[in-house]
DNA sequence: AGTATAAATGAGTCAAGTTCAGTTATTGCA
DNA sequence: TGCAATAACTGAACTTGACTCATTTATACT
């Protein structure tokens, strides 16, 4: 018979590497990069260690399978989320939730992920590299909408408040969980993202409101009409 | 003769240590952590293997005495530069500048010891706890002060307004370290302050100008008396 | 000078990542 | 269906490198 089981070989050789990943996934966040063994990995999955090889590079490409997982999970819940708001506001209020919550998920795996992450030498062209692109590719156009709105500041390079946004959350992140371990109650998702929000709206230079709901002051509409202007004669002198 | 050299038993042995520190530094910042090889180490430092565990209980240990080192000269450059300053602006520009410049230089170190900072398991009584706990007093401080003034918005937690201002400098850092690799010109630590200042000068609710030295609007005037009534009546409260 | 103690050494141990020659399963084809 | 050909798998052997320890060398004290 040319098919013993109902699945094909790609299924099969997919569900491996799955079920390899998981293993890994668990060993690396119980253990650590070092702490982790790869015979562990190995028996938890149900294979030899020499299949393992079979799958992936070595150790550190397992760990960087593992984390390009989360961030394949981690980008398609941002563009999900983005996707059916309209606001530049709750846009980004969405994104630092989104961002702030799944950071305290897998804090575990990202604090061994930053090695590599931050690691200038060979980064630009690795594979964390393309993970971290993908991201924020979605954080960047919502800030260009909200740029090109008139809703944001416009004299600060994109990557400057991308780091500043990032920044404070992941920071909010460590401290959370640095402090978890000592305090009673586990930290709040939601509130964290709300106390980095109150910073992030006036780094940004954000109005809470979306312009059209709330009843606009005299200054705020001049500063508003500024941003447009200064916005248009950039394009118009571009071109 | 009790003493063949004009060197004290002490002195040798810290000399020791020191050539060991330096050649760490130099092993772990050029090869990573993993990479770095202690047979290399203690070669460059002119010492058996054997010797560098007398020193040093193990590799992580090693490299957390490297990192200590860098945390104790970036802690007194900011508390020595601090204590020049009266403004609050003055100050928290000064941090900034000197907290970026400083991980630019020591980046890679930096990025090797993330691991340890963010690893929450055990991170709090290791030695890298004490290490940032040293280093966030003196910015601790200064942020007190200013809220003591009326110069900073006294609503959010002080563990917030640090993780937006560091954790928006390291990431600024990092995206300069990444760009520095491609870019032709090395990445400008001013100007990236002052960029990152712009944006936390109202994340911090902080008036650029120290208060006495700019003509103030009743606007900021009102906001500077709610700031510090309020203040006032936390303290009244509290006892 | 002689002895006790501290410091240093480097060959040897051991753990763990990686490889590879041999084995088993799967597929395409007559 | 049976037979190559190839893909997938295995685990024992290899290799590397952190760490130990019996031994040697230097220093301090009397």
Redesign the pocket.
């Known amino acids: ?5 109902n699945k ?2 790609r299924e ?2 997919e569900e ?1 590497e799955g079920a390899i990943l998981a293993a890994a996934h668990d060993e690396f966040v119980r253990h650590g990069f ?1 702490g ?4 562990a990995i190995a028996k938890r999955a149900g ?5 393992l ?3 992936f590079r ?3 490409a397992l760990l960087a399978a593992v984390v390009g997982a989360f961030y394949a999970r981690l980008t398609r819940g941002a563009a999900d989320g983005v996707a059916g708001l309209t606001s530049t506001d709750g846009r980004l209020a969405f994104l630092a939730r989104h961002h702030l919550k799944s950071c305290l998920d897998e804090w575990a795996l990202l604090a061994l992920a930053m090695p590599m992450l931050f690691t200038g030498k060979d980064y630009r062209g690795s594979e964390y590299f393309g993970f971290n692109r993908a991201y924020v590719a979605v954080f960047d156009s919502v800030v260009r909408e909200g740029i090109a709105r008139g809703d944001l500041r416009n004299d600060l390079p994109l990557h400057m408040l991308r780091d500043g946004f990032y920044g404070s959350l992941e920071h909010s992140v460590r401290t959370a969980m640095v402090r978890e371990s000592s305090a009673a109650q586990p930290p709040e998702a939601e509130s964290l993202a709300d106390q980095a929000m109150s910073m992030i709206r006036p780094a940004f230079g954000l109005r809470r409101q979306a312009p059209e709901a709330a009843g606009e002051s005299m200054a705020d509409l001049a500063q508003r009409f500024e941003r447009v202007a200064s916005r248009l004669e950039q394009v118009a002198g571009r071109r």
Chains 1, 2 share one sequence.
């Open positions: 018979m040319a098919n013993s089981n094909t070989r099969r050789l491996r070092e982790a063994k790869i015979a294979v030899a260690e020499g299949t090889y079979l799958y070595n150790k550190q």
